[in-house]
């Protein structure tokens, strides 16, 4: 759904500044289009609160100088804790110290607002997700699933964590049957996480399973999986469904990611990666399903030759995109390959328009999360200030000047606002 400004005369504003924070001037991508002129946008109480073609006046205001405004990015697809370093109390409180304050501020330093974690240990994710909320930790906006559920010696367990069984035990959910995989739902339900992740290879053979062998480059042994039994699949999906959580499933093969949306599934971490998606009838039926994809190219691209031609194969049908980074710890920069993940899904035949809406709406309608990803009244003030504009060419999404979330500025690469409440500039 597009949004069309309120236009607001100067006669219908208050006098003194009624908002916290106005941002004027600026061109506007609204989680969908690109709005025509200029807006000034204003927030109070961590909302937006206007979109005005008229100036606004706010205690503090940003000049965007004819940059542009638009939502801030959210990752729908991290692993937080470094799979590396952590493999016992000491380790794990080492990273939390020294390690995970910095990571959270890169996310910031690049624009991302919100990311969602799919599998770090559960009891510390979630701990650090009642921190950030707290604000005791600085960070993003953080969406967690908890462990990822797999098969027993499925992965990630017998592939990322098979020299590292401390962290095996934490990181993953390892189930034999539906009744293991019913209760585990249920625990991460009780435990209040956002979502649930399923993946599909992973342990028990069953009939008519095709062989699949994991390897990425960041880990030097090949390891050959299966599929999840039809009945954990589905097991998982209803259990999720009947606790009112969302449910994504790991798939990397067409035969699976078939499954994964016949069993209920509400989107698909990766999708189709290890050969060409030449089943028409798969897309059909993941639009009939209102299917969201994930393609998490930045992990993936460099290994699977088919998965660029198979992005553009689903946008172009109209398949949900969101974006999701699928970062990890061994490569890159946090937050920086995020950036690289829309400049990925352009390379591979999406739209920067397109790359926008999967890393803005289309992100929060995969964490169903309607409350973020537009710039909109009544929208959360989690926004970003670009330098220039991102519809044209996306690489421009690493122009920024600013990072706001929740109405409050996080991030600002040269200082351009003024503070009216007669203390200075603020911040």
């Not at 542009?68 to 937080?80: K, S």
């Not at 585990?184 to 062989?211: M, T």
């Not at 299966?226 to 990397?252: C, I, K, Q, S, Y």
Request: aromatic share 4%; proline share 6%; glycine share 10%.
């Amino acid at each position: 759904m597009t949004y069309e400004p309120e236009l607001i005369t100067r006669a219908d504003v208050p006098d003194p500044a009624p908002y916290d924070l106005v941002i004027r001037r600026a061109h506007v991508f609204d989680g969908h289009k690109a709005l025509t002129g200029l807006y000034d946008i204003a927030v109070k109480g961590g909302h937006i609160v206007a979109v005005s073609a008229e100036p606004l006046r706010g205690v503090k205001e940003v000049d965007a100088a004819e940059g542009w405004v638009m939502p801030g990015l959210i990752d729908t697809h991290i692993h937080f804790y470094d799979v590396f370093a952590v493999s016992g109390p000491e380790s794990m409180g080492a990273f939390e110290e020294n390690e995970l304050p910095g990571l959270l501020d890169s996310f910031l330093q690049h624009g991302i607002t919100t990311m969602k974690s799919v599998g770090d240990p559960t009891e510390a994710i979630l701990e650090a997700r009642a921190r950030i909320a707290a604000g005791t930790l600085r960070g993003p906006r953080l969406l967690v699933t908890g462990c990822g559920i797999t098969g027993r010696d499925g992965h990630p367990a017998a592939t990322v964590f098979s020299g590292n069984p401390w962290a095996r035990a934490r990181f993953t959910g390892e189930i034999d049957s539906v009744r293991q995989m019913r209760d585990l739902v249920n625990h991460l339900a009780d435990r209040e996480v956002d979502a649930i992740k399923l993946l599909s290879e992973g342990a028990c053979a069953h009939s008519g399973s095709p062989k699949y062998v994991w390897h990425i480059p960041a880990f030097p042994e090949a390891v050959e999986l299966v599929r999840l039994p039809l009945d954990f699949l589905r097991a998982g999906v209803e259990t999720g469904h009947e606790r009112g959580l969302r449910v994504t499933v790991h798939t990397t093969q067409q035969v699976a990611a078939r499954e994964a949306v016949e069993a209920g599934a509400d989107g698909l971490e990766h999708g189709v990666t290890v050969e060409p998606l030449t089943d028409d009838s798969l897309i059909d039926l993941m639009l009939e399903r209102d299917i969201t994809c994930t393609p998490t190219l930045w992990a993936h691209d460099a290994s699977h030759p088919d998965i660029r031609g198979n992005v553009k194969k689903v946008a172009d049908a109209g398949v949900r995109i969101a974006l999701g980074s699928d970062t990890f710890s061994g490569r890159g920069r946090f937050g920086a390959n995020t950036l690289e993940e829309a400049e990925l899904m352009v390379a591979a035949g999406m739209t920067p328009l397109q790359s926008l809406v999967a890393a803005t709406s289309g992100a929060a309608r995969q964490c169903v999360r309607p409350d973020l990803g537009e710039v909109r009244p009544g929208r959360r003030a989690d926004l970003i200030v670009l330098n220039a504009d991102p519809t044209q060419d996306i690489s421009n999404l690493r122009e920024l000047g600013m990072t706001i979330l929740n109405g409050e500025i996080v991030h600002e690469a040269r200082p351009s606002h003024t503070d009216k409440s007669g203390t200075g500039k603020g911040r």
